[in-house]
C-alpha cells in the first residue's frame, strides 16, 4: 500500500510511491514530478529566439498515460509577443491552463496555440506559476550546459 506524503493517506490502488512527485488528490494514480533543469533552455520558432533560460523547469507526469514531457519557462524569460487566448482547460492537478498565440508587433496572430500556462496553479501544483510551456511540436526546444 503506497502512502501519500501531503495528506498522510493510504491509497491501495495508487501503485508504487514516486519520491517528490505530486498527486492529484482525488486520483493518486494521476502525479508529476517537477524538476529543475541544470541547462540553458531556448526555445526558437523559424530561427527567431522566444525564450532563453537558465531556470527551466521539466515536467514529468502521469495519468490515463505517460505523457512527453513538458519544459517550462519563468515568464520573465520569454521574449516572444504572446497574446493570451479566451480559452481555458482545467486539469485536476495542475489547475486552469490559459493558452497564447505567438503575434507580430501590431498583434497580427503569427502562429496559433503555441504556447500554455497556469496563472494561478492549485495549492499543491504552485510551483508552475509565473512560468510557461511551450508545445514541442510548434518550436524547436535547444538544451545546452550553462
Same mark, same amino acid.
Request: proline share 8%; charged share 25%; net charge negative.
Given at each position: 500500500?503506497?502512502?501519500?506524503?501531503?495528506?498522510?493517506?493510504?491509497?491501495?490502488?495508487?501503485?508504487?510511491?514516486?519520491?517528490? *512527485? %505530486?498527486?492529484?488528490?482525488?486520483?493518486?494514480?494521476?502525479?508529476?514530478?517537477? =524538476?529543475?533543469?541544470?541547462?540553458?533552455?531556448? %526555445?526558437?520558432?523559424?530561427?527567431?529566439?522566444?525564450? @532563453?533560460?537558465?531556470? *527551466?523547469?521539466?515536467?514529468?507526469?502521469?495519468?490515463? &498515460?505517460?505523457?512527453?514531457?513538458?519544459?517550462?519557462?519563468?515568464?520573465? @524569460?520569454?521574449?516572444?509577443?504572446?497574446?493570451? =487566448?479566451?480559452?481555458?482547460?482545467?486539469?485536476?492537478? =495542475?489547475?486552469? *491552463?490559459?493558452?497564447?498565440?505567438?503575434?507580430?508587433?501590431?498583434?497580427? $496572430?503569427?502562429?496559433? &496555440?503555441?504556447?500554455?500556462?497556469?496563472?494561478? $496553479?492549485?495549492?499543491?501544483?504552485?510551483?508552475?506559476?509565473?512560468?510557461?510551456?511551450?508545445?514541442?511540436? =510548434?518550436?524547436? %526546444?535547444?538544451?545546452?550546459?550553462?
Amino acid at each position: 500500500m503506497a502512502t501519500d506524503n501531503r495528506q498522510g493517506a493510504a491509497h491501495p490502488q495508487s501503485g508504487a510511491f514516486v519520491s517528490g *512527485a %505530486i498527486h492529484n488528490p482525488a486520483e493518486p494514480r494521476h502525479f508529476m514530478r517537477v =524538476k529543475p533543469i541544470a541547462r540553458r533552455i531556448r %526555445i526558437y520558432r523559424d530561427g527567431a529566439v522566444l525564450a @532563453d533560460s537558465a531556470r *527551466a523547469l521539466r515536467l514529468l507526469e502521469v495519468g490515463r &498515460d505517460l505523457y512527453d514531457p513538458a519544459v517550462y519557462i519563468p515568464r520573465e @524569460d520569454v521574449t516572444a509577443m504572446l497574446r493570451q =487566448k479566451e480559452q481555458t482547460t482545467h486539469c485536476p492537478l =495542475k489547475g486552469d *491552463a490559459v493558452y497564447f498565440d505567438l503575434v507580430d508587433d501590431n498583434g497580427a $496572430p503569427i502562429l496559433r &496555440d503555441i504556447a500554455w500556462s497556469y496563472a494561478t $496553479p492549485l495549492p499543491h501544483a504552485d510551483i508552475l506559476a509565473g512560468f510557461i510551456s511551450f508545445y514541442p511540436d =510548434k518550436v524547436s %526546444i535547444e538544451e545546452s550546459p550553462l
